[in-house]
């Protein structure tokens, strides 16, 4: 069974750009949840999305958006790009929604804002 | 919310011998422990899982402990190769605002496996 698929693999943007980001889940899963990792914060949850719907969020600005389509591919978008957004964005799929499923990653997608 | 903290951020080791890498939980309600092996370039790969009815659970060279009442939880890998070398994360999965979960991370510890 395939695994997690993210892309693009790799990205460079310029401030002020907008970017988005795309994440195929394992087949038959149904919820995605994205994170974001920088050395210094570490592995930080973005949100979740499970039946096309968001059904938690992280704490990040407004900036950050995504969406879940029908067939459980998902997509975020992060609006007027910040230095500071520079990470490796991080796809995880799992089969339901809830506090025990597995979540299981995808490669990311590492983004470099000049 | 919960917090996650792990313990060594460094670990170097020589080739045969055990690793520990320890992880404390402030969320009593947290109920569930994934542990992640992330390489360079990499994503992070689940390594093994632990749920808070179970105190303990083994895959060949690799453990995981919880102890629940003092809110901490253990990856034991013995026989370390090589290969091992890599960095580890804890997580605890919490409710926030729901039924719903999400990982919360330690800051990882990076095991050095020397041959």
């Known amino acids: 069974k395939a695994g997690v698929t993210q892309t693009p693999r790799y990205l460079i943007k310029t401030r002020g750009q907008q970017v988005t980001l795309s994440c195929s889940p394992i087949?038959?899963?149904?919820?995605v949840s994205w994170y974001q990792q920088t050395p210094g914060q570490g592995l930080q949850f973005l949100f979740e999305?499970?039946?096309?719907?968001?059904?938690n969020k992280g704490n990040f600005p407004g900036r950050f958006s995504g969406r879940q389509f029908s067939n459980s591919r998902s997509e975020m978008n992060v609006s007027t790009l910040e230095l500071g957004d520079s990470a490796l964005y991080l796809c995880?799929?799992?089969?339901?929604?809830?506090?025990?499923?597995?979540?299981?990653f995808g490669p990311g997608t590492r983004l470099l804002v000049l | 919310g919960e917090n996650v903290e792990q313990h060594p951020s460094t670990l170097s080791v020589q080739e045969g011998d055990s690793a520990v890498i320890k992880c404390t939980y402030s969320?009593?309600?947290?109920?569930?422990f994934p542990w992640y092996k992330q390489e360079l370039g990499k994503g992070p790969q689940l390594i093994i899982d632990?749920?808070?009815?179970?105190g303990e659970k083994k895959d060949q060279r690799i453990a995981v402990t919880l102890n629940k009442t003092a809110k901490h939880f253990s990856l034991h890998i013995t026989e370390t190769q090589p290969e091992d070398s890599a960095v580890y994360f804890c997580?605890?999965?919490?409710?926030?605002?729901?039924?719903?979960?999400?990982?919360?991370f330690g800051k990882g510890t990076k095991l050095s496996v020397k041959p």
């Open positions: 969320d009593s309600a947290s109920n569930y």
């Open positions: 999305y499970f039946s096309e719907t968001q059904r």
């Open positions: 632990i749920r808070s009815n179970v």
């Open positions: 997580a605890a999965s919490t409710d926030y605002g729901g039924s719903q979960g999400n990982l919360i």
């Open positions: 995880a799929s799992s089969l339901l929604s809830g506090r025990q499923e597995t979540q299981y």
């Open positions: 087949s038959g899963h149904r919820s």
